[in-house]
């Protein structure tokens, strides 16, 4: 049986971008092996998948036009312009545009 599949996009995030740069980096200089970097790399992608559902709690409410969504391969894109999000503590921050990625929060395997 394969291991489960954890879903890539938060390689985009900045921690994730930063992970990636270090990664590169000791392959360039020979201090790991690039197979280690591939299961580094995997290893994050189910961690932070786990540690964004489990510790995080804060919530918030937007509010926005609808500029475009699609649905292609079970993801849904959103991209909202003059977006306002009003933070758990009612503080409020204003956004010109912003792009939402929602993905099935099951995970592989489970019904």
Not at 27 to 54: S, W, Y
Not at 96 to 105: A, G, H, P
Request: with cysteine; hydrophobic share 40%; proline share 3%.
């Amino acid at each position: 049986m394969a291991a489960p599949s954890y879903y890539e996009l938060y390689r985009a995030s900045s921690i994730g971008l930063a992970l990636i740069d270090t990664i590169d980096e000791f392959v360039h200089a020979g201090r790991i092996e690039p197979q280690l970097a591939m299961k580094i790399i995997a290893n994050f992608d189910r961690a932070i998948t786990e540690v964004l559902a489990d510790k995080v709690k804060a919530r918030l409410n937007f509010k926005g036009h609808l500029d475009t969504y699609r649905f292609c391969d079970e993801v849904w894109t959103f991209l909202i312009k003059d977006v306002s999000f009003k933070l758990d503590n009612q503080s409020t921050i204003q956004a010109e545009k912003v792009k939402i990625v929602s993905c099935n929060s099951k995970k592989p395997g489970e019904v």
